[in-house]
């Protein structure tokens, strides 16, 4: 079992950076793969950004340099640097950690909650 829970939202204005961070509790969290993804008001929930298990990384189009993501397992805590924010990217962002488990090759994900980001002048 693993529990997110994610920090760091808020409003900021266009152009402006924020910081997401999410903690993970739990046991074996470098062997997930840890993911953002964003729901924006009246719409389907999306892939921001992917960090896998041996640190690959993968963006949404959308994001592709203006987003980071890392992690770091000592932590247990799995970041999302935001820059030149736009009010497109305004939304609740989420932190979920997937994993394909040994034995039983059954697939486990865990969300987190989410924090708002409101890009906005």
């Known amino acids: 079992q693993v529990q997110l829970v994610e920090s760091g939202g808020g409003l900021v204005q266009p152009g402006g950076s924020l910081r997401l961070s999410c903690a993970a509790s739990g046991s074996s969290f470098s062997t997930y793969d840890m993911g953002w993804y964003r729901q924006a008001l009246g719409k389907q929930r999306e892939l921001v950004a992917v960090i896998t298990n041996s640190g690959n990384t993968n963006y949404a189009d959308a994001v592709k340099g203006r987003f980071t993501i890392s992690r770091d397992n000592a932590k247990n805590t799995v970041a999302l640097q935001m820059n030149t924010l736009k009010p497109e990217d305004t939304a609740v962002y989420y932190c979920?950690?997937?994993?394909?488990?040994?034995?039983?090759?059954?697939?486990?994900?865990?969300w987190g909650q989410g924090t708002q980001v409101t890009v906005s002048s």
């Open positions: 979920k950690a997937h994993r394909i488990a040994p034995i039983s090759w059954a697939s486990q994900d865990y």
